[in-house]
C-alpha cells in the first residue's frame, strides 16, 4: 500500500473515496487517525482475509458433504425430499425450501438433485445442524464420529462453538468486514481442527495452499 499509493496522493485520495469513511474508520481509529497507516492496516486485512480464504472454502466443501454423506445414509440419498426435514426449526426449514426452489426455477426441473441442492444450501444451515435442538434427531451422541471420523474429541458442543466461530469469521470475511482485531489465532486452530477431525486429505491440501500464517505474522507495515 505505500509504494502505490503515498507517491500519488491524488490515488491515494481517489482510493479513501471509493472506499467511504464508514468502511475505512475502524482502520483510522486503530492507526491513530494515521490515513497511511490506515491503508496498509486495510491492505494487511485484505491479506489476511485472502489467507485464510482457502481454508475456509476447504471447511465449508468438506462439511456440507459429509454432512450430505450422513443425511443421506441416515435418512436415503434424496433426504432433502424426505418427510423427516419438517421435524427442522422453522428458519431452517424455511432456508432448505428457499434452496429446493431455487434449483427449481434456475434448472426447470420439478426435482432437482441432493447434489444440486446441497451446493446451493449456506454455510450457516450446515452448522445449524450442530445445535443441541439437533441431538436426538440426528443422535449426535452415537453419530458426530460419522461426520468427523478422526476429531480429537466428539462432543457436540465442541464442534458446535468451534464451527460457529469459523462461520462468524467466514461471514465477515464475504462481506468485506475488518478482522485483524479477532483472535485470529484462535480461529486458525479452529479451522485446523475442524478440517482434519474431517478429512486427513482435505487437511493436507490446505496446509500446503494456505498462507494465513505468513500473512498474520508479517503484520501491517510488513504485508506490502
Known sequence: MQENFLPNRNLESAFVASLSAAR???????????????????????????GLYVRLQIWEITLRNRMNGFLS??????WPHRPVVSQLRKSDLDGLRTSVLRQKNRRGLDFPTTDMIVADLSAGFWVAMFAQRYSRMFGWPDNLQKVF????????HEIFA?????LEIRNRIAHHEPI???DL?????????????MCQGAAAYADKACR?????????ERAT
Open 212 to 220: 494465513f500464517s505468513f500473512v498474520l505474522t508479517q503484520g501491517p
Open 149 to 156: 471420523p478422526y476429531a480429537r474429541s466428539h462432543a457436540r
Open 162 to 166: 468451534m464451527n460457529g466461530r469459523v
Open 24 to 50: 475505512l474508520g475502524r482502520h483510522l481509529k486503530d492507526s491513530g487517525g494515521n490515513r497511511p497507516s490506515a491503508l496498509r492496516l486495510y491492505d494487511w486485512n485484505v491479506r489476511l482475509s485472502q
Open 180 to 182: 485483524y482485531h479477532l
Open 73 to 78: 445414509e441416515k435418512f436415503g440419498k434424496d
Open 185 to 197: 489465532l484462535q480461529l486458525d486452530h479452529d479451522l485446523n481442527e475442524l478440517i482434519r477431525g
